[in-house]
């Protein structure tokens, strides 16, 4: 389908006119290609294609080069939503210098209009230096993969009270240094509320409840293509990956019993020349 490039305004007006943002992740050409379709309005090419398409147990071994081969094959098929660039675990953390360069190569080589990091108020002069740099940055709070170890592993984040008030602060400290939306992760739904009442900028949820400006889920949850895990936040819309399962193992016995290729997948070829042929054979 034709769609206008979603720009950060258009994300924004969203908010201020109370429409809720769809996003879901991508990783490929195909699959930028069904959500440029579906008409979605924000793609993340995200570093969980560390686990769902590279087969690694976390996102920290994604690297930079990772991410731009994998943001460019989004790009060529996804021509109407933003397109979010995931910034790996260490492109950003070791020093500003870092941060802007990578989001720049991220920008220039990927293709990507905006850029993602994880982070609140540890990562605000990060943020705003990309953002005086002319790169629009997209924030990660709650729960953060890249740091989760850190974080007591995959777990609910902003459950106590004092734990909450510090993701309200990150939010808040994003915001500040320039960030034009947040993604909040794995929080209670009553503080998922909260954090998008206290912003002006939109927030979009993965497990913060339904109260927040929009949602985001793994596109390989949604189809579900992935089962090595599925979070208590995630709904299967459907069961791609049996369909696929199914497919296959009905190949492999076509084939075993010489059922495929069958005459309508098979070229013909001129009796004449095939006789012609039969006699330039050498005698066995």
């Not at 050409?29 to 309005?41: C, F, I, N, R, S």
């Amino acid at each position: 389908m034709a769609m206008e490039k979603v720009s950060v305004l258009d994300v924004q007006k969203a908010k201020d006119d109370g429409r809720k943002l769809v996003m879901v992740t991508a990783y490929d050409y195909p699959l930028g290609l069904l959500a440029h379709e579906a008409g979605v309005d924000i793609v993340l090419v995200g570093d969980s294609l560390g686990m769902v398409v590279l087969g690694m147990e976390g996102t920290v071994g994604v690297t930079m080069e990772h991410m731009i081969h994998h943001t460019r094959a989004v790009v060529r098929g996804c021509k109407g939503p933003m397109i979010v660039g995931d910034m790996p675990f260490m492109s950003y953390n070791t020093s500003i210098h870092d941060a802007i360069v990578n989001a720049g190569r991220l920008v220039k080589h990927g293709g990507c209009e905006v850029i993602k990091l994880e982070g609140g108020v540890d990562f605000a002069s990060t943020v705003e230096a990309i953002v005086k740099a002319g790169i629009p940055v997209m924030g990660h709070i709650g729960l953060t993969p890249q740091t989760a170890s850190a974080l007591g592993g995959f777990k609910i984040q902003g459950k106590d009270a004092t734990a909450a008030k510090q993701i309200i602060d990150d939010a808040r400290a994003l915001e500040d240094a320039g960030v034009f939306s947040i993604i909040l992760e794995a929080v209670p739904a009553p503080l998922g509320k909260l954090v998008a009442e206290t912003v002006r900028i939109p927030v979009i949820g993965i497990g913060a409840g339904a109260d927040v400006d929009g949602q985001v889920l793994v596109i390989h949850d949604v189809l579900g293509l992935f089962d090595r895990f599925v979070p208590k936040f995630v709904k299967q819309y459907a069961n791609v990956r049996k369909i696929m399962l199914e497919a296959l193992n009905e190949y492999k016995q076509e084939v075993m019993e010489v059922k495929f290729p069958g005459p309508e997948h098979s070229f013909k070829m001129p009796a004449e020349a095939l006789e012609q042929l039969k006699k330039m054979m050498p005698d066995k």
